[in-house]
Structure formats: C-alpha cells, structure tokens
C-alpha cells in the first residue's frame, strides 16, 4: 500500500527547492566586483595602535555606507614571510573598490604598509553548474579563516568539447562533497589582471582547508591548470585585535 503522504512530501519538498532555484537565478544577474589586497608591514607600529584600528574601521563604516563591503580583514602573518595582512571587500562598481583600497593606504596603518598583491574579479555565472554561487555573493557568512589563490587554465581547456569539461568538473564537484563546511568562492578575473579565475575557501577550521586541497589533487581538471600561486591563507579578525598581534 502507498503512503499517501508520500506524493505531498514530494510536492513540498519541490516547492522548499524552489526558492533557492530563483534565487540562484537572480544573483546570476548580480554584476558584484571583489577585490582581495595584500601588505606587509614596512614601518614598526606603535606600542598603542587603538588610535590606527579606530581610523580605519572609520573608514569601513564610511564604505558600507557607499555599498562597499569590507567582508573581512586577515592576519596572514608568518604564514608567509612576504606578507601580514589581507583585506577582502566587495562593491557593485569597481571604481568604488579602487576608491576604497586607496583611501586605506591614506589612513595611518595604510602609510606604514606596502602593497604585496591585490586582484579584483567578478561574478559571472559558472561555466556548468549556473547553481554554485559565492559564498560572498549568497550572503553567507564569513568563516574564521581564509585560502586565496589564482588560476589559468591550461591551453587546451578551453578547447575541449563541452561534455568533456562537464564531465572533469562534475568530478572535481564530487571530491569536495565530503567539506560542506568549506565554502568557496569561484570568481572571474579575466582581462582585470594577470589570471583567469581567483578563489577562497573559508572555513571555521584551517585543517579542513588542509584536507579539501589535498583531496583535491587526483582531480582530472588539474591536468589543465597552468598556475595556481601565490597561496595567501590566514584567520579573520577585527582591526584591532589584527594589529594587536602583528610585530
């Protein structure tokens, strides 16, 4: 005998999805740019910093007042030798992102900063999956720590038939299945500097970035990247307390 309930659980079950059907739809017309920037240290802070983490989180609030979102700040310090600090923001108009990033580097941290590494990029709809949308983008929110990197595809990729593609990224899709707590944030960057495609994972826990990279390699679609570095990986936290722990 059938469960009459089972056809309106169904029935429900379609109408819970598709809510969020739509709303992948619509943050594919989203036009939204990021921008991730990079510093090192290249004066010594002062032993009280309260008054440099006060000016700038001034200045975020002016920003988000203007749409501007300052979605995190980063101690990426010893990590690497070259670098201290990460901020991720993101505005609809990339000229307010460059407004943003040089009205930074006129505060009082900012002048004691030097640029190491700064690339903007764009949401456009992914290439297969119209349904994987930016963690950033999804209004989720922000997790304790934080992978960026660059790639370009190979060549070739780009000239391999559509099923072919289709078939290595449904694979790779497959290999992070076992990391839902690790949200990703694929996004173009063609023509905006020297790499295709810039990506973040975020996680509450480091290790399982660790582990979702490292699971990762047996991919098929790494056969055809041509570059994925530098690496900038480090933990979110405010201003103050970044500066605080800096040297």
Known sequence: MTD???PQAAAEQAAAQQPEKKK???LNQVIRYTLWSV???KDNLPDDRAALAAEVDELFAQLAAKDVTVRGTY???GLRADADVMIWWHAE???DLQEAYNRFRRTGLGRRLEPVWSNMALHRPAEFNKS???AFLADEAPRDYICVYPFVRSYEWYLLPDAERRAMLAEHGKMARGYPDVRANTVASFALGD????LAFEADELHRIVDLMRDLRPSRARLHVREEVPFFTGRRKPVAELL????
């Open 244 to 247: 605080n722990g800096l040297a």
């Open 75 to 77: 101690d990426v310090s």
């Open 93 to 95: 108009d990339s000229d």
């Open 4 to 6: 009459s309930t089972e």
């Open 195 to 198: 790499y295709e495609w810039l």
């Open 39 to 41: 510093f090192k240290l």
């Open 132 to 134: 994987h949308i930016p």
């Open 24 to 26: 992948a739809r619509d």
